[in-house]
């Protein structure tokens, strides 16, 4: 762990990749209409589910939508929200097969072997505003009115998007009642600042390891030739 630390604090990249925008925590979140879902009924556009429609979970298979939360933003011309601005998650960047939308404090499922070192658990939630430049993914404002979904479920579940996305369905739960019989969370949800710092290590990492590849054909490196073929 010290030693992705040092590389990070000593990293040129920690620099380069501070965000302008302000760090948000996962919470209620939300997925842009449009989205597909992995369901019952097959891959359906997240909008187009309803309370008691099944969606496939990471952990406990299909499992029955129990509330469907819905909301229209409208955003104001200029400088966009910083929280409320989305976050663009380019095509494979999270092996989700189309690029798709979510808002900045959506939970985002990942695995990284850096978590695994550094906090135990090799699947950690991260808020999606913590990824901005990872594999090309950006906060930025897509259009003036945003139609947002938000699936819960009787507990915490993690749900597939775009093939291969894992969007976190937090459970509200209500923090005066004291319920020995609660659930604890499915999975870490990582405190924002920390949450980009994992991120820089990945991204540091994944850097080290393209520049590392031997050259290809005409002095590419062979990350470079890979995209270029």
Known sequence: MLDWLLKRKLSPMAEALETEYPLVAAGQGGILSGTHVASH????????????????TFDH???????LHRETLLLRPGLPDPLRCPVYIPQDALNNRT???????????????????????????????????????????PETKLDIVVPRFAQDEVIYLEAG?????????????FD????KELYPILDPQVARELVI???TEETAWASSLPMGPG???????????
């Open 201 to 203: 290590d990945m991204i």
């Open 165 to 177: 996305m894992l969007g976190l369905s937090v459970t509200p739960r209500d923090i005066l009642a």
């Open 41 to 56: 009924l097959g891959w359906r556009p997240i909008e187009a589910l309803a309370v008691g429609d099944l969606a496939l």
């Open 99 to 141: 690029a798709l939308w979510v808002m900045p404090d959506q939970g985002v499922l990942i695995e990284s072997d850096i978590a695994d070192v550094e906090m135990g658990d090799p699947f950690v939630a991260v808020p999606a505003c913590a990824l901005e430049g990872y594999r090309g993914i950006a906060r930025a404002e």
């Open 219 to 229: 002095g590419h490196g062979a990350a470079e030739y890979a995209v270029m073929i």
């Open 180 to 183: 020995t019989t609660a659930e």
């Open 61 to 67: 298979g299909m499992q029955p939508i129990v509330e």
